[in-house]
């Protein structure tokens, strides 16, 4: 399988979703997102989630980050209710063990070179600049990005920023990484590479990936497959096997051939 590991019977889940819910307030009624889902995601396995625009991809990988919490249930990483974990710890955690790619997220310093806005994570880790810069641009190399590491972060067009933002997630060697709509890469030929650069990355590097798009080719490849929409998430399958238990509040649909975890 392509991302996939063997895991003891027993073993804690990465992550896991525990009947989690999450709704946003619009007027005078409140909008579901994300109603009971539930999943885990185990280390090395590579999970795709399949949506339109607007379908709750975007939030679902914000709680697994621990920047939002769910309005009811839990969300736990390596074990650990994220919404009982203080603020800096959980910062701390989106710092080193959890990796998100977000174009929208996109927010360098003023004047930053790429190989800076790539080392300097290290730096507050404890490092010198030196090394720092050495390593970023290793990583930076690694990602094809060497051409414009010495270029402002703010000049990069969006498909070099995500290759920027995969360098800069994978530096600190993450377990997890969670990557949010890498279809805004406008070129075809772009965004394939692109995808197989993120799989490539999760593989080399013994990370955990999930993925949000609703290009379909961005989730191929992958040991499981999920379909988000109307607050639900629905298994697609997957070339592991692997059942997971989603647990949507209302009678589930049928799109597409998608089918409950479990059924």
């Known amino acids: 399988m392509p991302g996939g590991t063997d895991r003891g019977v027993g073993a804690v889940p990465l992550l896991s979703f525990e009947r989690v819910s999450k709704s946003y307030p619009d007027g005078r009624q409140w909008i579901p997102v994300l109603e009971q889902v539930s999943f885990q995601v185990h280390d090395g396995e590579h999970v795709g989630i399949f949506g339109s625009r607007r379908a709750g991809k975007s939030t679902l990988l914000r709680l697994a980050a621990g920047i939002e919490?769910?309005?009811?249930?839990?969300?736990?990483?390596?074990?650990?209710?994220?919404?009982?974990?203080?603020?800096?710890?959980?910062?701390?955690?989106?710092?080193?063990?959890?990796?998100?790619l977000a174009s929208?997220?996109?927010?360098?310093?003023?004047?930053?070179?790429?190989?800076?806005?790539?080392?300097?994570?290290?730096?507050?880790?404890?490092?010198?600049?030196?090394?720092?810069?050495?390593?970023?641009?290793?990583?930076?190399?690694?990602?094809?990005?060497?051409?414009?590491?010495?270029?402002?972060?703010?000049?990069?067009?969006?498909?070099?920023?995500?290759?920027?933002?995969?360098?800069?997630?994978?530096?600190?060697?993450?377990?997890?990484?969670?990557?949010?709509?890498?279809?805004?890469?406008?070129?075809?030929?772009?965004?394939?590479?692109l995808y197989a650069l993120l799989r490539r990355g999760a593989r080399e590097h013994k990370a955990a990936l999930v993925i949000a798009s609703e290009d379909s080719g961005a989730t191929r490849e992958t040991d499981l497959l999920m379909e988000i929409g109307g607050g639900e998430l629905l298994q697609a399958g997957g070339e592991s096997g692997v059942v997971v238990p989603l647990v949507p509040r209302h009678a589930p649909r049928q799109p597409g051939g998608m089918e409950r975890a479990g059924s």
Request: glycine share 6%; net charge neutral; hydrophobic share 45%.
């Open 69 to 100: 919490a769910p309005d009811d249930g839990r969300i736990a990483f390596e074990g650990r209710d994220l919404a009982k974990m203080p603020a800096l710890q959980r910062d701390r955690l989106l710092r080193d063990r959890i990796g998100l």
């Open 104 to 193: 929208d997220d996109w927010r360098p310093a003023k004047g930053e070179r790429v190989v800076d806005h790539v080392a300097l994570p290290l730096v507050s880790d404890g490092a010198t600049m030196h090394e720092a810069r050495r390593r970023a641009r290793q990583t930076l190399h690694w990602a094809g990005a060497t051409g414009f590491a010495d270029e402002l972060a703010v000049s990069l067009a969006v498909g070099e920023r995500m290759r920027v933002m995969l360098a800069r997630a994978l530096v600190r060697k993450p377990r997890l990484l969670l990557v949010d709509e890498p279809a805004a890469v406008p070129s075809p030929s772009e965004r394939e590479d």
